[in-house]
DNA sequence: TGGCACATAGGAATTATTCTTATGAAACCG
DNA sequence: CGGTTTCATAAGAATAATTCCTATGTGCCA
């Protein structure tokens, strides 16, 4: 519940003014939602925040909470931890690398870092526990893609 | 196919001694799962797998290839891409940040980077396309997991 | 206050992955 | 070599996360 930068209600006035920005509206459900996504640390998955959420409104359905969240990441009020989950990828270089990974088209690519130095485990992670591994996932839009948008 | 430091035929070596170490019996199927898995550079998921392996073994199944996959994964011959892929998990903070994630118990947690010289985009990984963001991703064991383990 | 566009609830559908079980094949042994 | 044991496979059924369908409901502007 520690604010990372704003409080909870400073977040839920920008929560209104970008749904009225956007032309989104205002319900009561979509509501609770963002304010349970942030009003926590624990990067909960879609089943927690129902549960969460139910108790305030015992009626909605998961699928509401699947749909809103979505719209709040995609409005980039919220995130979604992790790959562009479709499903499993697997990876033939067993060495520890980094990735590419292209936004539009899913394209993978491996990387080494030239500054290993610069890649050791950053002190305010190490409060957490004990770093086993580190990897650097670089987004953005591959060349190809990039071409195409050029025609 | 540019090999990453081995050659295909030096891995089909390190693989077949691996499996004698481990006790785990060198089938057709398996073989050929891990030669096309480690014949890319393309990240492939289960299916394109299933359907490269199918051109040499055509009565293969998709769940010997999944069975397979995992089998190589948790030996360290191959490498699962991303997180530990469970479900979504969401995210309050809007904010650019890293994770440290618990391998064992599954917990998120935010940091900042208090170098975040050292986390612009490597070189290395220009070549593939125009960045949009950057995340580091540390794994290890939390605290909490660590405690139960001493007790 | 009414009307309409957008949202929701609930259940059905979809899809990636895993499980079940009967059959097949490696390794081991003599 | 045959026999035996143990592990692996194929095929389809099961599971589980997420999305779709559609009838009903509701926020919001005039
Ligand atoms: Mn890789
Ligand atoms: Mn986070
Ligand atoms: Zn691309
Ligand atoms: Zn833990």
Redesign the interface.
Known sequence: MKP??DTIEQRMRTFNAACARLGIKITHQRMEIFRA???????????T?HRWVKKRIPTISLDTVYRN?RLL?ET????????S???????????P????V??RCG?????????P???Q?????R????????????????????GDVRR
């Open positions: 990372g930068r996504v942030i009003s926590t640390e624990e990067h909960p998955d879609a089943e925040i969240l990441a980039d009020l919220i995130a979604i931890v992790g790959m989950q479709e499903n499993l990828r697997f990876d033939g270089n067993a060495h690398h980094h990735h590419f292209c936004v394209m993978i690519r491996d990387f080494a870092s030239n500054a130095d610069s890649l485990t950053p002190k305010t992670a409060v957490f526990g004990e770093p086993l591994s580190v990897h650097l996932e670089v987004k953005g839009i591959c060349t190809g893609c990039r």
